[in-house]
T-cell receptor, first 112, second 112 residues
């Protein structure tokens, strides 16, 4: 069974540009989560989808971040415009029920 | 959500049993205890989850006392490849949100 996949693995963009991260959850997992770790900090929750609906987006830092999950399959996280403080590793996770979230390898975002 | 406290780091040698204890004094009735492992440049990997008493799988055992205010992850006969950061998390997995709150984790260093 394929795990959670994320694309790209690494992205380098300039301040003010737009970047879109993609996450493909494990097939059949209704729950999809985004987390991120910025330099030197702990992993922080961003938001949670149940199928295509946003269940909890309390961790989204500001309105420059937009997450979508059209059709309830893969999800995208867009940062527009990117700022220096957005640099970090963005993780996606999925789960079938409420237990056991399975994480992807992450996307390392560098904003210069 | 309950806060967890665990040692910042631990050292061990190959072949030893390693026990990592986590304190969660404010754990709520509906909270589960989950442990994740993370290698550098990878996403956290689910290890084990439990609610009370003892849970065992092919990777580890999780011991939870009756008051549930702490838990111990036990790794039998560690190898060099078990060197990683181990996170203890608690949360209401059946509640309105399933977000995981990560602390600093415990860096386990296994030496030959």
């Amino acid at each position: 069974e394929a795990g959670v996949t994320q694309f790209p693995s690494h992205s380098v963009i300039e301040k003010g540009q737009t970047v879109t991260l993609r996450c493909d959850p494990i097939s059949g997992h209704d729950n999809l989560y985004w987390y991120r770790r910025v330099m030197g900090k702990e992993i922080k929750f961003l938001l949670h989808f149940v199928k295509e609906s946003k269940q909890d987006e309390s961790g989204m830092p500001n309105n420059r971040f937009l997450a979508e999950r059209t059709g309830g399959t893969y999800s995208t996280l867009k940062v527009q415009p990117a700022e220096l403080e957005d640099s970090g590793v963005y993780f996606c996770a999925s789960s079938q029920g409420a237990l056991g979230q399975y994480f992807g390898p992450g996307t390392r975002l560098t904003v210069t | 959500l309950a806060k967890t406290t665990q040692p910042i780091s631990m050292d061990s040698y190959e072949g030893q049993e390693v026990n990592i204890t986590c304190s969660h004094n404010n754990i709520a009735t509906n909270d589960y205890i989950t442990w994740y492992q993370q290698f550098p440049s990878q996403g956290p990997r689910f290890i084990i989850q439990g609610y009370k008493t003892k849970v065992t799988n092919e990777v580890a055992s999780l011991f939870i006392p009756a008051d549930r205010k702490s838990s111990t992850l036990s790794l039998p006969r560690v190898s060099l490849s078990d060197t990683a950061v181990y996170y203890c998390l608690v949360g209401d997995m059946g509640g309105a949100t399933n977000k995981l709150i990560f602390g600093t984790g415990t860096l386990l260093a296994v030496q030959p």
